[in-house]
């Protein structure tokens, strides 16, 4: 398992869009 895997990477995208709006 890889940390800087691409599903972990959209994961964090994700994440961080949401609580951009928020």
Do not use: D
């Amino acid at each position: 398992m890889k940390i800087h895997s691409p599903n972990r990477l959209q994961f964090i995208n994700k994440e961080r869009r949401h609580r951009k709006i928020e």
